[in-house]
């Protein structure tokens, strides 16, 4: 008996072992571009070159800081992305937030899988699909190059992944609750200003930083739909890569730089943003 016993207890730590072991190459793998990026970006042009490569050390130097830095166009794309990212993350999440509501808190009906599946798909087409009736419609309007456009075509992108997400949270939360404050002469607006709303929370925040992460991420509809006014930074990193060079110094630089405000959001969000993808695991 204690021998099983032992076997057991060994098999078990072995697979803690190996799982902690994957974990870690699966984290260091999914770490390795960003530091690579860092470390690009600390380096003269002649280090970036050299055979073989260092990954560790050598000469570093902070000039494709500076060159980012003194670059006015990279304030006004940071700016641009920030006020673009803020305004269509919030459109797409609270104008979400009640289309989920109303459609997680209304009685089944036969189409709704089949229309829950079309949301995701409609997030899942190809940009390139819609970018050049978009094009036409923009510039038909004399829209062209406006920074509320790029926010609007986001909110709209991202609209049925938001809806597709909160449905799941909303859906989780006991539709006796509401019943129960209907009783005792809550409004539709106190229900969900004080009922619906503190428990959903941690899955608004998880929402909210899936939509916030593509709208930062977005890089064809500004590619099309904006030229220098409103130039987001993915498209302003890309412009480092030219027909005659690539500046691979000020192109890390600058990546660099695009990570930290979404990093140093989904920090501050994290423990709401564990609590949202808890609650959204369990889906009827």
Request: glycine residues 8%; contains cysteine.
């Amino acid at each position: 008996m204690e021998e099983g016993e032992s076997v057991t207890h060994n098999g078990t730590r072995l697979g803690r072992i190996a799982a902690y072991a994957i974990l870690g190459i699966a984290t260091l793998a999914a770490l390795f571009p960003i530091y690579w990026t860092l470390l690009t970006s600390l380096r003269t042009r002649v280090a970036i070159f050299e055979t073989p490569p260092r990954l560790f050390g050598g000469e570093l130097t902070l000039d494709n800081y500076r060159t980012v830095f003194a670059d006015g166009q990279f304030q006004a794309s940071l700016i641009i992305t920030i006020v673009v990212t803020v305004l269509a993350t919030l459109i797409a999440v609270v104008s979400g937030s009640f289309a989920a509501y109303a459609i997680a808190r209304r009685p089944r009906f036969r189409t709704r899988r089949p229309f829950e599946g079309m949301m995701i798909l409609v997030r899942a087409m190809p940009g390139i699909v819609i970018a050049v009736p978009l094009f036409q419609i923009v510039v038909g309007l004399g829209l062209y190059d406006q920074p509320i456009v790029l926010a609007i075509t986001y909110a709209a992108i991202n609209l049925p992944f938001a809806v597709w997400l909160m449905v799941g949270f909303i859906s989780g939360i006991p539709v006796e609750l509401e019943e129960s404050a209907r009783v005792d002469g809550a409004s539709q607006f106190r229900i969900l200003r004080s009922i619906i709303l503190p428990l959903v929370a941690p899955g608004l925040a998880a929402t909210t930083i899936f939509v916030a992460l593509l709208c930062w991420n977005e890089f064809l509809m500004p590619l099309i739909l904006a030229d220098q006014a409103g130039k987001t930074l993915p498209v302003y990193i890309a412009g480092f890569v030219t027909s005659r060079t690539i500046e691979y110094g000020a192109m890390a630089a600058a990546a660099s730089l695009a990570i930290i405000p979404i990093a140093i959001v989904t920090l501050l969000v994290q423990r709401q943003l564990v609590r949202g993808l808890s609650l959204g695991a369990v889906k009827d």
